[in-house]
């Protein structure tokens, strides 16, 4: 069993930063951690990820160069540093490990 707790979310006024956490449990870190992010009637889009094992990382072209993500093995903790934050990055974000296993999600708000 997978289980995934998102926190760090909050609001903040556009250009500034948040930093989410993700404690991992169960039987994934030999694989990837994954955010993603869902606004009002669009579906979950990726945002980034990260392997565990390597540290290798991807990034969505919307937040490549502002969000960085990160990992803690020891505290089996996933990372998303959020730098110039826009208000279109306004959005709930997941947290996501193979298997289809989701967080609960974590409400960011970014205001003009």
């Known amino acids: 069993q997978v289980h995934l707790v998102e926190s760090g979310g909050g609001s903040v006024p556009a250009g500034g930063s948040l930093r989410l956490s993700c404690v991992v449990s169960?039987?994934?870190?030999?694989?990837?951690a994954n955010w993603f992010r869902q606004t009002p009637g669009k579906g979950r889009e990726f945002v980034a990820n990260i392997s565990w094992s390597n540290g290798r990382t991807s990034y969505a072209d919307f937040v490549r160069g502002r969000f960085t993500i990160s990992r803690d093995s020891a505290k089996s903790t996933v990372y998303l540093q959020m730098n110039s934050l826009k208000p279109e990055d306004t959005a709930v974000y997941y947290c996501?490990?193979?298997?289809?296993?989701w967080g609960q999600g974590t409400q960011v708000t970014v205001s003009s």
């Open positions: 169960g039987r994934t870190l030999n694989s990837y």
């Open positions: 996501n490990a193979p298997g289809n296993y």
